[in-house]
């Protein structure tokens, strides 16, 4: 099986900054994109940033400019460095990967990790 931990995160004041971490364990051959969303209870969960095994990176909106998503491939760890926060980015984050389990077939699953809550305060 497959698990992503996530770490990070916390209360911050406006302004301020926070990173989160997800790592994969598990039975791993190898991971296509990584990627970062959140949801506001109540709405659809969006997308903050995804990277993918190129190193290619795409951000939602209200992301651009200010969180930076990043990869290292030897931990199969995505980061997600969040700088100035705003009260709006008030969200639990989850970490999402792309993972093939195996060298003989190109199945391709989808894992979530466990969430963590990210407030910012005015």
């Known amino acids: 099986q497959v698990q992503l931990v996530q770490s990070g995160g916390g209360l911050v004041q406006a302004g301020g900054s926070l990173g989160l971490s997800c790592a994969a364990s598990?039975?791993?051959?190898?991971?296509?994109?990584m990627g970062w969303y959140r949801q506001i209870p109540g709405e659809q969960r969006e997308l903050v940033a995804v990277?993918?095994?190129?190193?290619?990176?795409n951000y939602g909106d209200s992301a651009k400019g200010r969180f930076t998503i990043s990869r290292d491939n030897t931990k199969n760890t995505t980061y997600l460095q969040m700088n100035s926060l705003k009260p709006e980015d008030t969200a639990v984050y989850y970490c999402k990967m792309l993972i093939r389990r195996s060298p003989t077939y190109s199945v391709v699953y989808q894992y979530w990790g466990q969430g963590t809550q990210v407030t910012v305060s005015s």
């Open positions: 990277v993918t095994s190129g190193g290619t990176t």
């Open positions: 598990g039975s791993i051959f190898s991971i296509n994109a």
